[in-house]
C-alpha cells in the first residue's frame, strides 16, 4: 500500500463512521501565540475542546501538516541520526467533541488498524496510565489479554494542555517489528532498545478532567477524544522498511539527492545521514514555505532559515558546492503536491524562494565553516580554561559575522567529539540584541483569569436575559447608527450596574453596529449616547466616548469607553454612533486594499500574495511576497491599474458562502486568518463578469470603488528577506498629500532658480557639481595625509634587518589607516607597521607585517588582538594584516607601546631561531 493510500484509508474509514474530513490547518498556528508550529492535530480544535467555540460537527478526522523544533517537541539534533524522527511529518487523528469516549475510540482504532491496514493483534501492545482501570476494562471488552495491556505513569500515559485546564489519560497502541519469538513486554517503551523492536503507532488521549491550581482533578462536563497516529511511522510500518526514510515518502526524494551527487548506492548508504537530513529539511522547507513561512532572523523565519541553511551544510558535505535544495524540494513537491495542493499551486515561489536563500548564503557557508575551523585551530574558539567546549560568544560571532545558526557549529562539534556553550551563545545574542523580543504576547498575555472573567461575565448577562444566547448582535455592516440598549458594563472585569463621569469601563450593547479589529482594519470609535426624542433638542442625560472595539471571547464584544457626562446604567436605552467619517476613511483604504493586491498580481505575478496589512483612517499599509524592489515603471503600471479600477467605479458586494466554495471560486484568502466553515466573500466587479477582485474578508467597504475618490503610493521597501511593503493614501488624503507634494515640488523650484518642469534635471546637475568638489576635496586630504605621513615613516627603525614603524596618526577612517600601512611597506618590502589612530572618539589599531616575516612564524592578528586588550576592545585578521578596534582611546598609546614590544621579541625569536 502506498502512502497516499494509506492516507486515504484512514480518512475514508473515519467519514464512514460519521467524522466530518477537516482540512489540515496551516503550519502556522493562527489564533494561537503559545506555538511557534502547528505541533499535533489537535491545535486547529483547541477552542473547541476548552468550549471556546462551536462547531456544527461533533466528529472530526484529519491528516495534518506538523512541526516540531522548538520546545519539548524539539527534535532536531535527532534528525538523520535516529530512523524515526523529522522535524516536518503528518500526523493522522480523529477527533470527538462530547460524542463518543474511550470504547468507541478503541474500536474504531483496532478495527482500522487490523482490517483495513492488516496489523496482526499478536503484534500489538496497549499502554495505558497506571490509575485507568476503565481503559483496561474496555481494552479486554474488545478481546485484548490482560497481558498485552501495560500500566505506565503520568509521564507516558497522562496528558495534559497546560499546568491548569482540560487533562486526561492517554492509551497508545505499539506494534512489535521483531521476531515473535522474543515479542516481548520488555521491548514497550524501552528507549535503550537499539533495534527498536516496537514502536508506538497510535495515541488515543481522553479527555476526561480539569486539573485546578491545586492538583486536583474534577471530571469535565463534556468528554473529548484527540488521536494521534504519525503518518511517516505508519507507512514504515506497513510498507515493512526498517527507518522511516524506507518508504515510498522518500525513495523519490532520495534518487533526486542521489542523481544531484552522482552517488552509487552504495555511496548513498555510507552518506545516509546527509541524504536524510536534505529530505527531511527539503521538505520542511517546501511546506513552511507554501504556508507562507519566509527565512528570516526572527521566530519561525528563523527556523526556515536554519533547517535550509543546515542542509546546506550537509550536502557540502556530499560534494552539493553549487544550489540544490531548491531542486530536492521540486521533489517534494511532485510527491506531496498531489494531497497538499498549496505546495502544486505555489511551486515556482516555493523554488525561487528556496534558491535565492542557497545563493544568498552560498558566499558565506564556505567562509564561515573555514573560519570555525580556523578558530578551533588557533583556540580562539574554545572557552577560556576548556578544551573540549566552544565558547558563546566565538559561536554568536560565527553566527553575527557569517550567518551561521548555532545548529550548524552544533553539528560541527558534535563531528569533532566537541560541545557548544548554547547558554553563553544565548547570552551573546540577547547582549547585542540581534535577533528580536520574543512575539508581543496575546490578547490575554497569559491571564486565563481575565479570560475567566469576560466567560462569566457573559454567562451572566445570558442568564440575566440581557444577551440573547448566541450573545451581542454584531452588524457593523448595515449602519452606522443604531438604537440599542446597555447589557453589561464592567469596571476592571467585574460587571457593575452603572458609571460616572471621568470613568473608563467597558460597555456591552445588546447589539453593536461598531467594527472589532480584524484582518488589519482597525476598530471602530465613536459615541454610545443615552436615546433621546428624535422630535426635541434635548441633550442626552449621559453620553460616552468609545475608544476601542474588542471581541475578547466568542459572543461578547466589549466598547472601552470614558463617561463624558451623566451616568449610563444597565438597561439604558441608547444610541451607538460609528464615527462617521473616520469609517469612511478606513472604508476607502479597505476596499483600496483589495484593488492594490489585485493590481500587485496583475503586474508582478500570481506569487504576490498578502503577508500583512494595516487598514486605519490616514493610510493603508500592504505587505506582500516578493523577492525584489518595484521598479519605478512597475510602481506606475501598479498605481494606473489601482486608480482605473477606482475611476470605472465598479460595484463592491459582499456574500456568504462555504469556505471550499469559495476558494474554488477564486477567492484569495489571507494567511494570519482564521476562517470558519462558511465565510463572507467580498466582490469587487459586476457579478454578470469576472471580478475585479474576489477576497475572503470580514471588514467593511465602500459600495462603489468611485467612492475612494483616488490613491497614490507613498513608500515601497523590503520589509524582511522576501516580503516587501507599500503604504498608500486615499480620498482626502490622497488630496490632501498631492498638495503637500506640488508645494514641495515649488519650493525645490524657487531655490534652484527654474521652472517646476526643470527640477530633476537641474538638480542631476547640482549633485554632479557636488561629487565632483567632493573627489577634489577627498584627492586633497589624500595627499596631505600622504604629506603628513611621510614625516612619520622617517621615524621608521631598523630590527633585525626589518623596518619597524610603531606610530600614532591622523585618520579619520579605517581605510586610510589600511592605505598608510600600503604606503610604508611599498616603500619598505621587509617591514612591520603598527598604527593606532582615535577614529570617531573611538581607538582603532592596525598591525600588518610583510609576508616573509608571517613564514618566520609573526602573526599580525595575535599582536594586535594583544594590543587591542588595553584599549578594551578586540579584533583579527590575517597573519599579514589585522584590525582591531577599542573603547577607551586615552590608552592608545600604551597599545601601541604593547604592539611595538611584541614585534621587537617576536623579530628578536625569528633571527635567533
Sequence with gaps: MLSNQVRQVFIDYFVRNGH????????????????LFTNAGMNQFKDVFLGLEQRDYTRAVTAQKVMRVSGKHNDLDNIGYTRRHHTFFEMLGNFSFGDYFKDEAMGFALELLEKEYGFPRERMWFTIFEEDDESYTLWQKHGIPASRILRFGEKDNFWSMGPTGPCGPNSEIHIYTG???????????????????????WNLVFMQFNRSEDGTLTPLPRTGVDTGMGFERLVRL?????????????IDIFERIQALTGHTNEQRMQNIVPYRVIADHARASAFLIGDGVLPGNEGRNYVLRMIMRRAMRFGRKIGLTQPFLYQVADAVIDKMGGYYTELSARRAYILDTIHREEERFARTLDQGLERLREMLQDGSALAEGETRTISGEAAFKLYDT??????????????????????G????????????????????????????AYQEALAVLKADGLLPAEGVRYDPYTSLTLDTQIAGILRDGELTRSAVKGET??????????????????SDTGLICARTNPDTEEEPAWCLAVKDTRRPIAGLVVHQCIVEWGEPAVGDACTAQVDEARRWAIMRNHTATHLLQAALRAVLGTHVRQEGSLVAPDRLRFDFSHSAPLSESELQQVTEVLNDAILDNLPVTASYMPYQQAIQAGALAFFSEKYGDVVRVVRVGSLDQQPFSLELCGGTHVEYTGDIGSALIVSEGALSAGIRRIEVVTGRYALNYAQNQARLLGEAAQLLGVPAERVVEQTRKVLIQLQEAQKALEQVRRELARLRFDEVMRRAQTVDGV???VAEVSADTPDLLREMSDWFRAKHPRSAVALGAVIEDKPALLVALSSDLTQ???????????????????????PTLAQAGGRDPSRLSEALAKADQLLREALARSASA
Excluded at 466530518?20 to 506555538?35: A, C, E, F, K, Q
Excluded at 506497513?238 to 522518500?250: A, E, T
Excluded at 612564524?857 to 588595553?870: C, F, I, N, P, Q
Design 505 to 522: 469601563v467597558e460597555v456591552v450593547l445588546k447589539e453593536t453596529p461598531f467594527y472589532v479589529e480584524s484582518g488589519g482594519q482597525v
Design 402 to 423: 557569517y550567518g551561521l545558526p548555532l545548529e550548524i557549529t552544533r553539528d560541527e562539534a558534535r563531528e569533532l567529539g566537541l560541545r557548544v556553550d548554547e547558554a
Design 20 to 35: 466530518r474530513h477537516v482540512p489540515s490547518s496551516s503550519l502556522i498556528p493562527y489564533g494561537d501565540r503559545t506555538l
Design 856 to 878: 618566520r612564524g609573526l602573526d599580525a592578528s595575535k599582536v594586535v588582538r594583544e594590543a587591542a586588550a588595553l584599549v578594551g576592545g578586540g579584533g583579527g585578521g590575517r
Design 238 to 250: 506497513i510498507q515493512g522498511g526498517d527507518s522511516n526514510y524506507d518508504s515510498d515518502l522518500f
Design 803 to 805: 623596518a619597524l614603524l
Design 425 to 452: 551563545f544565548q547570552a551573546a545574542r540577547q547582549r547585542a540584541k540581534e535577533l528580536a523580543r520574543a512575539a508581543a504576547q496575546g490578547l490575554f498575555e497569559g491571564d486565563y483569569g481575565r479570560l475567566l
Design 179 to 201: 521476531d515473535l519469538r522474543d515479542n516481548d513486554a520488555r521491548w514497550v517503551n524501552n528507549d535503550n532498545d537499539p533495534e527498536e523492536r516496537t514502536s508506538e503507532v
